[in-house]
């Protein structure tokens, strides 16, 4: 049995000095070997799997718009805004519960007390490209639809 432990890619970057949307393009020379070097030491550095879970704490969060979120979802018919991929005709209804609605003004960026969201500021997209757009704050949608392009040629 392999473990693989889970990489912190910002940190990755960090120690190669490269900025975490480099993803996209191609490294050579200097600069792949520095990146090579910070991507074994952060592999050696994060292979202790053990960790301290289970604790109860109490979070605050901010209140979502459920309705925005079924209208955003049914105006996408289905389909993520950043790979294209359309999970409603590969699961049927079903396939909406693994879509997710972004708000493209981040919630934590506006001010602590109530705000007004449009459809037009949501993007509906796969828990996969959910995931890219918050691990790197410089990625943005049309970044995100241009590497998934790229990497189906």
Request: aromatic share 4%; net charge positive; hydrophobic share 35%.
């Amino acid at each position: 049995m392999s473990l693989r432990p889970a990489l912190q890619w910002r940190a990755v970057c960090k120690r190669a000095k490269q900025a975490p949307g480099f993803l996209w393009g191609t490294l050579d020379g200097g600069p792949a070997q520095d990146f090579l070097l910070a991507l074994a030491k952060e592999v050696e550095e994060s292979s202790d799997v053990s960790a301290s879970e289970g604790e109860r704490r109490d979070k605050l969060c901010r209140q979502r718009s459920r309705s925005n979120r079924i209208h955003a979802i049914e105006r996408s018919l289905g389909k993520c805004e950043g790979c294209g991929l359309n999970l409603t005709q590969l699961f049927g209804s079903r396939g909406e519960r693994g879509l997710e609605v972004h708000h493209d003004i981040p919630m934590h960026a506006g001010p602590a007390m109530k705000r007004v969201t449009s459809l037009e500021d949501l993007t509906v997209l796969c828990a996969t490209c959910h995931r890219l757009l918050h691990a790197d704050p410089d990625m943005s949608r049309d970044s995100l639809r241009i590497g998934w392009s790229m990497g189906r040629r």
